[in-house]
C-alpha cells in the first residue's frame, strides 16, 4: 500500500513537470519500464534514486523531501504477512497488503466462499483442493495464515466488505457436508456485523453480466490511492487499476448486486440452505 501511495505521488509529480517515463528513467541510471513499475507500487524503491527524481520534479522544499523519503523507509518494513513466505505466492502478496490497507472491499465469487469469511475447516478443504500434493503441516500453515488475514475485519476501523456469491457457492461443499453447516453457521454470524454485507445471486437470475469469473474491488481512504480491480487465476494474478478498467468493472459489480437477492434476504437463504444440507 505505501509502495503505491509513494508511487502515484510520484507519477503526478513527474506528469504535472511533463516529463516522460524515459527522462525520469536516465534521472537514476534505469529504464523507462523501472519507472512505470514504480509508479504502480510494484518494486521496491531505493532512498537515492528517489531523492534524484525529486530534485528532478523541482521538488525543493525539505519537508515535502523528508515525508517522501520517510515513505521510502516505511515501505521497505516487512508487514506481518511476510512471515508467511514460504506458503504465500509472490503475485498474492501484493493483493493480501492491499486487503489490509482497504476501506471497502467488494467480491464476486462463483465457488467458493470468500477467503475472509471461511471457517478453518472450509478453508482447509478448499486449500485441499487447490495443493492436493501438500504435507499436513504445509495446509495447517496456509490454513493459519487464511485465518491471520480475517482480523481484518475485527480491528477498530475495518474495511467494509460486501460480498455478492452465486447460489452455487452455497449448495457445493467442498468437504463433508458438516463443513457445509459450519460455514453457514459462520456466514449466518457474520452478516450481523455492521462492516459485512453479503447478497446471493440465485440459479433463477440466469446469466448475468459476471460470467467472465470472479473478481475483487478494493478501495482505500487515502485519495492518493486509486481504486484496483483483482483477478486471481490458478498460478497468477492481474491488478487494473486504469480508471476505465475500474469503472467497467463497478458497473458489472452494480448489476450483479441488482441481478442478486436484496441483503436482507441473505439469511433466510442461508437457512433455507442449511435445512438442504
Given amino acids: ?62 519537508a515535502e523531501r523528508d515525508a517522501m523519503l520517510a515513505l521510502v523507509s516505511q515501505a521497505g518494513i516487512p508487514d506481518w504477512w511476510h512471515a508467511y513466505d514460504d506458503v504465500l505466492p509472490s503475485w498474492f502478496e501484493s493483493y493480501v497488503g492491499l486487503e ?54 475485527a480491528r477498530p476501523g475495518p474495511p467494509h466488505l460486501w460480498a455478492v456469491v452465486d447460489e452455487a457457492v452455497l449448495r457445493r461443499s467442498p468437504g463433508a457436508p458438516a463443513v457445509m453447516r459450519g460455514q453457514i453457521d459462520r456466514l449466518l454470524e457474520q452478516v450481523a456485523l455492521p462492516n459485512v454485507t453479503v447478497q446471493v445471486v440465485p440459479f433463477s437470475a440466469g446469466g448475468h453480466a459476471a460470467a467472465g469469473g470472479p473478481f475483487s474491488i478494493l478501495r482505500f481512504h487515502e485519495t492518493d490511492l486509486p481504486d484496483i480491480v483483482y483477478l486471481e487465476q490458478l498460478t497468477t494474478a ?24 436484496p441483503a436482507a434476504a441473505t439469511r433466510r437463504i442461508l437457512r433455507a440452505v442449511r435445512d438442504d444440507l
Fill in 100 to 153: 489490509q490497507a482497504a476501506g471497502g472491499i467488494r467480491n464476486y465469487e462463483v465457488q467458493f466462499v470468500p477467503g475472509l469469511l471461511q471457517t478453518e475447516d472450509y478453508a482447509r478443504a478448499v486449500i485441499r483442493l487447490g495443493h492436493p500434493d501438500a504435507r499436513s503441516d504445509e495446509i495447517e500453515r496456509r490454513v493459519t495464515f487464511r485465518m491471520a488475514r480475517q482480523e481484518v475485519l
Fill in 238 to 261: 492481474t491488478y487494473l487499476d486504469k480508471r476505465e478498467d475500474v469503472d467497467h468493472y463497478l458497473a458489472v459489480m452494480e448489476r450483479l448486486c441488482i441481478r442478486a437477492e
Fill in 1 to 62: 500500500m505505501l509502495r503505491i501511495m509513494l508511487g502515484t505521488r510520484l507519477r503526478r509529480l513527474r506528469e504535472s513537470r511533463h516529463i516522460t517515463l524515459e527522462e525520469a528513467g536516465r534521472a537514476i541510471r534505469a529504464s523507462h519500464s523501472k519507472i512505470s513499475r514504480m509508479e504502480l507500487g510494484r518494486v521496491g524503491f531505493r532512498r537515492r534514486d528517489v531523492a534524484d527524481l525529486l530534485t528532478l520534479y523541482g521538488v525543493a522544499d525539505n
